[in-house]
């Protein structure tokens, strides 16, 4: 079986999940409502990065993109 190409037409699949688990940690660590934590994730360049496929950060983990928020946002 051959899996579909992710272009930017379909990286989108990936954003829900990821979002969700990220904020949801986010939101635990930073003792902030879980929509707080979702709109600081929304608003982030690493959220624009992970909606643009050249990037590749759809492909990489939750644990991941959570350090990346947390550089931007400690910076």
């Given amino acids: ?3 579909p190409k992710i272009t930017q037409d ?3 699949i990936f954003i ?3 979002a969700s688990k990220v904020s949801q940690r986010f939101a635990k660590n ?3 409502s ?3 934590a979702l709109l600081e994730f929304y608003n982030s360049k690493t959220y624009e990065n992970l909606e643009e496929e050249d990037t590749k950060l759809w492909y990489e983990g ?3 993109l959570y350090d990346e ?3 931007e946002k400690n910076i």
């Fill in 10 to 12: 379909n990286v989108h």
């Fill in 1 to 3: 079986m051959t899996l």
């Fill in 30 to 32: 930073h003792g902030i």
């Fill in 16 to 18: 829900p999940l990821k």
């Fill in 69 to 71: 928020l947390e550089r």
């Fill in 34 to 36: 879980q929509k707080q």
């Fill in 62 to 64: 939750i644990n991941y």
